[in-house]
């Protein structure tokens, strides 16, 4: 049976880690002794464009597309997204065996589309500003029988990306250590909300944060208020993979009570964190996966003396994108 509007638990992302194995990298933490000395703390990276598709989005893609009974598979899937659900749709789909419509925004990065057209997927374009890309998925759904598969607000979504801080766990402990904090960055919640069941379920006392470009800090704007907050435009950030209206109903509900507090940095912090990652980890990371290393990087997060562990959450970027980030820093 599909989950809708529960929670998962920290029982639901082993499942989805057990069910992820065969299909999905799991990232190896890495670490850098000139972000330990640039922090004055022991600091982990989660580098998740070593993913499947270039993005932590495989994961909650296939555990959602791989739980949909057989006799429902016919129609296919569709999803929106700027491109990174988008390319775990269409992998995990093709893997299934079954077809999967994306819809995107017109000034998605091209790479993107490619590649969300290169996994299988048939991409369906939309003009971000006028345009309401729910109503085009749902009419696409109806009209072929397709299987909505949200990009955040899904009991199997939410509990697929959560095994990125199951694995942070699972790897820090093998260490002997617990971490003090561990930031992830935050568009819809369905990441960090996951990550959040599984780091503290491990490690109660850790922080967990969000990180958001500047202008599109409605989670932190949210832990404030106690209410979704929603942000007053939809584009104008290099961070295309961040820029959700507001936090998802089901993520918040989860990162409003574990969560709580969040970081941002503008784009010129987070085109420098891009440059970082380059150039010390050896990492290609898109502007919207840098986000949480560029709020360290910038002085947001106090780590001295501390155990962090930082999710770089993808790394697909356009090589003009990519270049201009390299000679900004």
Same mark, same amino acid.
């Given at each position: 049976?599909?989950?809708?509007?529960?929670?998962?638990?920290?029982?639901?992302?082993?499942?989805?880690?057990?069910?992820?194995?065969?299909?999905?990298?799991?990232?190896?933490?890495?670490?850098?002794?000139?972000?330990?000395?640039?922090?004055?703390?022991?600091?982990?990276?989660?580098?998740?464009?070593?993913?499947?598709?270039?993005?932590?989005?495989?994961?909650?893609?296939?555990?959602?597309?791989?739980?949909?009974?057989?006799?429902?598979?016919?129609?296919?899937?569709?999803?929106?997204?700027?491109?990174?659900?988008?390319?775990?749709?269409?992998?995990?789909?093709?893997?299934?065996?079954?077809?999967?419509?994306?819809?995107?925004?017109?000034?998605?990065?091209?790479?993107?589309?490619?590649?969300?057209?290169?996994?299988?997927?048939?991409?369906?374009?939309?003009?971000?500003?006028? !345009?309401?890309?729910? $109503?085009? @998925?749902? =009419?696409? %759904?109806? &009209?072929?029988?397709? +299987?909505? /598969?949200? #990009?955040?607000?899904?009991?199997?979504?939410?509990?697929?990306?959560?095994?990125?801080?199951?694995?942070?766990?699972?790897?820090?402990?093998?260490?002997?250590?617990?971490?003090?904090?561990?930031?992830?960055?935050?568009?819809?919640?369905?990441?960090?909300?996951?990550?959040?069941?599984?780091?503290?379920?491990?490690?109660?006392?850790?922080?967990?944060?969000?990180?958001?470009?500047?202008?599109?800090?409605?989670?932190?704007?949210?832990?404030?208020?106690?209410?979704?907050?929603?942000?007053?435009?939809?584009?104008?950030?290099?961070?295309?993979?961040?820029?959700?209206?507001?936090?998802?109903?089901?993520?918040?509900?989860?990162?409003?009570?574990?969560?709580?507090?969040?970081?941002?940095?503008? !784009?010129?912090?987070? $085109?420098? @964190?891009? =440059?970082? %990652?380059? &150039?010390?980890?050896? +990492?290609? /990371?898109? #502007?919207?996966?840098?986000?949480?290393?560029?709020?360290?990087?910038?002085?947001?997060?106090?780590?001295?003396?501390?155990?962090?562990?930082?999710?770089?959450?993808?790394?697909?970027?356009?090589?003009?994108?990519?270049?201009?980030?390299?000679?900004?820093?």
């Amino acid at each position: 049976m599909m989950q809708s509007n529960a929670l998962p638990t920290i029982d639901d992302i082993l499942s989805a880690a057990e069910r992820l194995a065969p299909v999905a990298v799991r990232t190896p933490l890495m670490t850098s002794l000139k972000l330990d000395e640039l922090t004055g703390g022991r600091i982990f990276l989660k580098p998740e464009p070593l993913q499947r598709t270039g993005s932590f989005k495989f994961r909650g893609a296939y555990n959602r597309i791989s739980r949909i009974p057989a006799d429902q598979r016919a129609g296919g899937v569709v999803a929106c997204s700027s491109g990174n659900h988008a390319q775990g749709v269409a992998a995990a789909a093709t893997l299934m065996g079954m077809s999967s419509v994306i819809v995107m925004p017109n000034n998605a990065p091209a790479m993107k589309k490619a590649r969300t057209i290169a996994f299988g997927g048939e991409v369906v374009e939309y003009d971000r500003e006028h !345009d309401d890309r729910d $109503a085009i @998925a749902g =009419a696409i %759904a109806r &009209e072929r029988g397709a +299987i909505f /598969v949200p #990009p955040y607000d899904d009991f199997y979504v939410i509990a697929g990306q959560g095994t990125v801080g199951l694995e942070i766990a699972q790897d820090l402990a093998a260490l002997g250590l617990a971490p003090d904090v561990v930031i992830a960055n935050a568009s819809g919640g369905g990441l960090v909300s996951g990550i959040a069941l599984a780091v503290k379920d491990r490690f109660p006392e850790a922080r967990v944060m969000t990180a958001e470009p500047a202008g599109f800090d409605d989670h932190a704007r949210s832990f404030r208020s106690g209410g979704r907050e929603r942000n007053n435009q939809v584009s104008g950030s290099i961070c295309d993979a961040l820029l959700a209206a507001t936090p998802g109903k089901l993520t918040f509900e989860i990162s409003s009570r574990i969560v709580g507090e969040g970081v941002s940095a503008t !784009d010129e912090e987070v $085109a420098r @964190a891009v =440059a970082f %990652a380059f &150039e010390e980890l050896k +990492i290609v /990371v898109e #502007p919207g996966g840098a986000v949480a290393l560029a709020a360290v990087l910038a002085g947001r997060v106090d780590l001295t003396g501390k155990i962090g562990a930082i999710v770089l959450s993808g790394g697909n970027v356009d090589a003009t994108v990519f270049a201009q980030c390299l000679s900004a820093a």
